[in-house]
């Protein structure tokens, strides 16, 4: 199965700063690469879809790019409601699979 | 917009079966694919695997032997049964909703259910 690498496992930030998280994946997934935020007590929300398309009602501050094994999220001005935990998840084979998460945290 | 409500018994013994019910709120249960994905405490996400109201489900590798999934469209209900428990299965339960047009991403999620299994 592809196994998805985030990094950093912890991002530590201050509201306004811009956010780069990373996805790495252990083989070639094309561009078949989603990102969802979970919050504390709520369930996973899609963030992007296909490495680069924002999902519906997704804010403009939230970017994707990458391709084939490399993919990052961007973030570029941190809101207080972006403090989270992102993960990312490839459809590019089966079995799907998601990446351990990145937290992002008040710095 | 769809809502998704997990639901079944929370604490269970080793080598029981856990039996989940996911309860869709609209009709678009025979429109879309199903996926049932857990989150072990302290760890990431992992696929279980996903039902359409017709064909075969497709199941991950990793819990194929253990796992069987099924859909009561008349109900709008999806079920999920795990066999042969350890603590290993000590999660939260998510059901979701496959993307429309590209059905292995997930646009709406139940907010999860937290299967404990110990003696």
């Known amino acids: 199965e592809i196994v998805l690498t985030q990094s950093p496992a912890t991002l530590s930030l201050s509201p306004g700063e811009r956010a780069t998280l990373s996805c790495r994946a252990s083989?070639?997934?094309?561009?078949?690469l989603a990102w969802y935020q979970q919050k504390p007590g709520q369930a996973p929300r899609l963030l992007m879809y296909?490495?680069?398309n924002r999902a519906t009602g997704i804010p403009a501050r939230f970017s994707g790019s990458g391709s084939g094994a490399d993919f990052t999220l961007t973030i570029s001005s941190l809101e207080p409601e972006d403090f989270a935990v992102y993960y990312c998840?490839?459809?590019?084979?089966?079995?799907?699979?998601f990446g351990g998460g990145t937290k992002v945290e008040i710095k | 917009q769809v809502q998704l409500q997990e639901s079944g018994p929370r604490l269970l013994k080793p080598s029981e079966t856990l039996s989940l019910i996911c309860t869709v709120s609209?009709?678009?249960?025979?429109?879309?694919?199903w996926s049932w994905i857990r989150r072990p405490a302290g760890k990431g996400l992992e696929w279980i695997g996903r039902?359409?109201?017709?064909?075969?489900?497709n199941y991950n590798p990793s819990l194929m032997s253990r796992v069987s999934m099924s859909m009561d469209t008349s109900k709008k209900q999806l079920s999920l049964k795990l066999s042969s428990v350890t603590a290993a299965d000590t999660a939260m339960y998510y059901c979701?909703?496959?993307?429309?047009?590209?059905?292995?991403?997930?646009?709406?999620w139940g907010q999860g259910t937290l299967v404990t299994v110990s003696s």
């Open positions: 979701a909703r496959g993307t429309k047009g590209v059905d292995n991403y997930f646009d709406y």
């Open positions: 609209d009709d678009s249960i025979s429109n879309y694919y």
């Open positions: 039902i359409f109201s017709s064909g075969s489900p």
């Open positions: 083989q070639s997934v094309s561009n078949y």
């Open positions: 296909d490495a680069s």
């Open positions: 998840q490839q459809r590019g084979k089966w079995p799907l699979t």
